[in-house]
């Protein structure tokens, strides 16, 4: 069992900021990328940003310069900082991550829930 659990969503004003957290829990035997997505109502989910188990990051072109993805390796836990929000950020955000369950020798997708971002102008 491997659960991924997002948090730190929620309203905010234009031009404001957050901090996703999401932490892995489970039998792990170790985490390769993990990642944010997120999905507005009748849109496919899209790369927000990626960060390697080394810390290598890419992110979305629209991302650039406002989002900072980074991760806690001992915590298994990946962060989003979010500055300067904007409407056209309001979405269910998801928590990603490529993790070899204990007895396993491969690497599986896992998704979390999502947490909602809207931001208001």
């Known amino acids: 069992q491997v659960q991924l659990v997002e948090s730190g969503g929620g309203l905010v004003q234009a031009g404001g900021s957050l901090r996703l957290s999401c932490k892995a829990s489970g039998t792990i035997y170790g985490i390769r990328a993990m990642g944010w997505y997120h999905q507005s109502p009748g849109k496919q989910r899209e790369l927000v940003a990626t960060?390697?188990?080394?810390?290598?990051?890419d992110y979305a072109d629209s991302m650039k310069g406002r989002f900072t993805i980074s991760r806690d390796n001992a915590k298994s836990t990946v962060y989003l900082q979010m500055n300067s929000l904007k409407p056209e950020d309001t979405a269910v955000y998801y928590c990603?991550?490529?993790?070899?369950?204990?007895?396993?020798?491969?690497?599986?997708?896992?998704w979390g829930q999502g947490t909602q971002v809207t931001v208001s102008s």
């Open positions: 990603n991550a490529d993790i070899m369950v204990g007895g396993t020798d491969y690497y599986t997708p896992y």
């Open positions: 960060i390697s188990r080394t810390g290598n990051t």
